[in-house]
């Protein structure tokens, strides 16, 4: 076979539907040509990046957020190159799209939903990579934020995968959304002997020795309420440890013990009085 046989059967339709004529060359570039235009994307993307790297009033995460936008706008821009390249019409691209778009439209929905998501945090940057969160019963600190899904570090230092949507959608907590800083409530119960205004200063002191609480905000000592068994306070103090503040609270505890032992302050274990108005003959007998 010639290559000029070659080139013409290469190039003769095998199948015609409604005025759309599929060839081997039609196949050929429907798979190189979005080949080609998602590695032009890329490519795109990183020279955004790397000229968005050169402005030091932008981080990181407002860099990926412009040039991941910028990829998906030229990746859509160029696959719609490639439908006008193959000679798609909107009538053909109906024909052969409507049965496939009606059997799996449904399950797109959520795909979808979690795309425009990832857009609007993206744009809007409510949640951007080195924010800490808190997302239902977990919190972390996000190390991506996908088009689809966010993946953050917990506490426990476990990855977690959570949609997009299911962040915007459902209420969640960005501790770092202004500023890198934390307030943290650290509650304590003295027993009703104790001198309160001694406790209290016990209390402001153990802020003091606690390098990770700051001192501005001024951390605050407050009288809550007579409980059961305890005069309850709690210490509301400000840190910067916003995603371990647990290690905050144990070295505050750590400190307050021995400035309670110091100064004889008792924390009473859990009690109850019971007051008897009149005790039966036959016990007294008995």
């Keep these: 076979m010639s290559w000029t046989e070659f080139l013409e059967y290469f190039n003769k ?3 015609e539907m409604a005025g759309f ?14 080949i080609f235009v998602i590695w032009i994307s890329r490519v795109i993307r990183n020279l955004v990046n ?5 402005l030091s009033y932008l981080d990181q995460g407002s860099r990926n957020a412009i040039s991941t936008v910028v990829y998906y706008v030229v990746l859509g821009l160029g696959l719609g190159w490639v439908l006008t390249t193959l000679g798609l019409n909107a009538t053909s691209i109906a024909v052969f799209t409507g049965a496939l778009g009606l059997g799996i439209g449904l399950g797109f929905q959520d795909v979808a939903k979690n795309f425009i998501s990832g857009i609007i945090m993206l ?3 409510t949640v951007k990579p080195g924010d800490v969160i808190t997302v239902g019963d ?3 600190r996000v190390e991506n934020v996908g088009m689809y899904s966010s993946t953050m570090k917990t506490v426990y230092d476990a990855t ?10 459902d209420k969640f907590v960005n501790w770092t959304h202004d500023a890198e800083l934390r307030m943290i409530e650290i509650p304590v119960g003295v027993h009703y002997d104790s001198d309160l205004d001694v406790v209290m200063e016990c209390m402001q002191q153990a802020s003091k020795a606690v390098s990770d609480i700051k001192e501005t905000p001024e951390p605050r000592i407050l009288l809550l309420n007579y409980g059961n068994s305890s005069v309850d306070f ?3 103090v400000w840190t910067a440890e916003v995603m371990y503040y647990q290690r905050v609270k144990s070295k505050y505890y750590l400190e307050l013990w021995k400035l309670f032992k110091e100064h004889k ?3 009473p274990y859990p009690q109850q009085d019971i007051y008897i108005h009149k005790v039966p003959e036959e016990m007294i007998q008995s």
């Design 13 to 15: 339709p095998f199948l």
């Design 21 to 34: 004529q599929l060839s081997l060359a039609l196949i050929a570039k429907a798979v190189l040509l979005p």
């Design 50 to 54: 790397k000229t968005l790297s050169k």
């Design 123 to 125: 744009i809007a940057r």
């Design 138 to 140: 977990l919190t972390g």
């Design 160 to 169: 977690v995968i959570i949609p997009n949507s299911q962040i915007l959608s």
């Design 234 to 236: 709690v210490a509301r």
């Design 265 to 267: 302050i008792v924390i």
